[in-house]
């Protein structure tokens, strides 16, 4: 049996004559093995640290890549030696012979083997680099934004792939070209802090958000409430309500704000600046084919501005462009933890200095919370001793609020501050709708896009302190 064994593996010694084909040899046989472990080890449940993960699931194949490529190498090179130093290398092969249909049964059965690997190898690393995990937290720093704010996002039990890669194989490989780059760029640090947004090209939104939300369907109308903390001594809570014609279709008619603009790629429009904020010129074209362009009276644009500028189409990315991470303004970041409960409105002037602390510059996110924390602590202290005794822990849990909202919103590593990606959903704080529905952007027959608030909305209650229609509907609070 033993020696049954030694003879079959007898062709093997032909590699021992090149050293680069037994390192390659060694290599590919000490990954496999590596390899191999891991993924038990993995298969028990246990997660793999991001950084890790680079290794395990890209350095490791790509070593047993390389092992396998040393082996031929050096075998040519073998050849050439022998060349050189006037040996004939055997140029008959005895197919016959024993020896070789050892040797090729043994080349055969390694290859089964290595393919099967490598075919696992490689479905491990792609599982690996399309995981949440790995886009948000392998390049921590770059990410970190965007990571913080989708895992508060309505899509954070999805993938960042489902957005920026979506299925099909000629985005994939794209993908991963532009992965490479980014993986050179952030670990030579040459990349842009922040990122810039939008993502040229990004994946059409039939290929990502149409894979789950249906553009046929019919919203209809969405009720929204929005809760207010003013910056007087009480943090004045006060609420808007609004009834908000999402529309779509129905019956095959087209209405509200989705059904205007879903209607088939119909409206097109030139920006004139990066992030699509200034839309010099608005096309609309009907269901007979008739154009008309709409242009701002307001934006002065030469031809070749024009020329220069993004033509685009509008689809979902030009309203819900932070739908996968959504950095929120700092007063309504600060009114939803107001209205959340975190921050207690009877703290005296707690809107106001959170406000002011929240917008402050800061090296970094430890020295935001040191300082949040003492000025604020500090404040009640000393201005409102009394309040600051009977309501320590409503002051400790402001605190953490606070430095909550302002490290989920502001990341001074990566330069992202207030505001630095607008968010196209609404006009409050970014133009956004109003980018197009300004009233001012005109067509030759001197019909205007419609800035009619009650075509978007029913405004039901504006910045009221107890709107009688809350009560009505049963939604007031307390
Ligand atoms: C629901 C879809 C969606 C998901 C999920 C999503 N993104 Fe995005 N992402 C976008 C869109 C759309 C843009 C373009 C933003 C714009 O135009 O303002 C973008 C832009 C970006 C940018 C450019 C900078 C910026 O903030 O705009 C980065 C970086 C990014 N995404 C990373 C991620 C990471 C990391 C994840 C997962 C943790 C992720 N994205 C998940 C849709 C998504
Ligand atoms: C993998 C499926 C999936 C994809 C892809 C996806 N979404 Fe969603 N989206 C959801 C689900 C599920 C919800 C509901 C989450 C909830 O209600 O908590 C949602 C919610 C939303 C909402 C409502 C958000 C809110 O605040 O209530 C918007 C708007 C939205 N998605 C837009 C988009 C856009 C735009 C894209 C493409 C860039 C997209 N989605 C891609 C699954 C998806
Ligand atoms: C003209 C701007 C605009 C476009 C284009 C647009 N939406 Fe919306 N969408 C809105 C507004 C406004 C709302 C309601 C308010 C909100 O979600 O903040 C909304 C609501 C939604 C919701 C939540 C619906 C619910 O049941 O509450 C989803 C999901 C959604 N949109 C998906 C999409 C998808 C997918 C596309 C592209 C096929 C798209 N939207 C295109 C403006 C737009
Ligand atoms: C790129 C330009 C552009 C942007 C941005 C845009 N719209 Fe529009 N919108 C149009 C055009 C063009 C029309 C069609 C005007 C017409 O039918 O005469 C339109 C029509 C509408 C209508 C129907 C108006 C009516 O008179 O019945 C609604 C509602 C609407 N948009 C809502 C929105 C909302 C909400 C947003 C922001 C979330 C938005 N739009 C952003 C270009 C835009
Ligand atoms: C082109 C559509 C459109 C028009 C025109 C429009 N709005 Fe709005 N408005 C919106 C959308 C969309 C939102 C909700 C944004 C969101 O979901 O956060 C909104 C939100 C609001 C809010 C709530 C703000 C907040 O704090 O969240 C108020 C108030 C408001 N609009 C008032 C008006 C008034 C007043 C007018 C008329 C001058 C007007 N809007 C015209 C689309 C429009």
Not at 335 to 362: C, H, N, T, W
């Amino acid at each position: 049996m033993r020696d049954g064994f030694l003879q079959w593996l007898r062709p093997a010694t032909y590699l021992r004559g090149s050293f680069l084909t037994l390192f390659g040899a060694a290599l590919t046989t000490s990954t496999a093995i590596t390899l191999i472990a891991v993924w038990l080890l993995e298969s028990t449940g246990r997660t793999v640290h991001p950084y890790a993960g680079i290794v395990i699931f890209v350095g490791l194949p790509a070593l047993f890549v390389l092992g396998l490529i040393l082996m031929p190498l050096g075998v040519l090179r073998e050849r050439r030696r022998m060349r050189a130093g006037g040996e004939t290398p055997p140029t008959h092969v005895d197919f016959g012979s024993a020896q070789v249909l050892r040797a090729l049964s043994i080349i055969g059965l390694l290859t089964v083997v290595n393919v099967a690997l490598l075919g696992i190898a490689s479905y491990k690393g792609i599982e690996h680099m399309e995981s949440t995990s790995f886009c948000g937290a392998t390049c921590h720093v770059v990410m970190q934004p965007e990571y913080t704010a989708f895992q508060v996002s309505p899509h954070a039990r999805m993938g960042c792939v489902e957005c920026h890669v979506g299925s099909g194989a000629s985005w994939f490989v794209r993908s991963k070209i532009a992965g490479v780059r980014q993986l050179i760029g952030v670990t030579t640090g040459h990349y842009s802090r922040p990122i810039p947004a939008p993502v040229r090209p990004i994946r059409s939104p039939s290929d990502t958000c149409e894979h789950c939300h249906n553009p046929q369907a019919y919203v209809g109308t969405r009720l929204k409430v929005v809760d207010k903390f003013a910056d007087d001594e009480s943090n004045s809570h006060s609420s808007t309500v609004l009834m908000l014609k999402v529309g779509g279709l129905r019956a095959g008619t087209a209405s509200g704000i989705h059904g205007h603009h879903l209607n088939g790629g119909r409206i097109t429009y030139i920006a004139t600046d990066d992030k699509r904020q200034i839309i010099p010129r608005v096309t609309l074209t009907d269901a007979s084919g008739h154009a008309t362009e709409y242009a701002s009276t307001d934006v002065k644009v030469t031809d070749a501005d024009l020329q220069r500028g993004e033509h685009r189409v509008m689809d979902c990315l030009d309203c819900h462009n932070r739908s996968g991470h959504a950095f929120a303004p700092p007063e309504r970041a600060l009114d939803r933890a107001f209205a959340a409960g975190q921050i207690s409105p009877e703290l005296p002037f707690a809107k106001r200095e959170a406000l002011r602390l929240v917008k402050a510059e800061y090296a970094d996110d430890a020295r935001a919370g040191q300082a949040i924390e003492t000025e604020l602590t500090a404040f009640y202290r000393d201005k409102y001793p009394a309040v600051f005794k009977a309501k320590q822990a409503d002051v400790r849990k402001a605190v953490a609020s606070v430095r909550q909202v302002y490290s989920s919103n502001v990341f001074p590593a990566m330069k992202v501050v207030w505001g630095t990606y607008p968010n196209n959903v609404g006009h409050e704080e970014f133009p956004g709708c109003f980018r197009c529905h300004d009233g001012n952007h005109a067509a030759p027959d001197g019909r205007v896009i419609s800035q009619d608030c009650d075509s978007c909305h029913n405004v039901l209650a504006m910045e009221e302190a107890s709107p009688q229609i809350l009560k009505d509907l049963g939604l007031a609070a307390q």
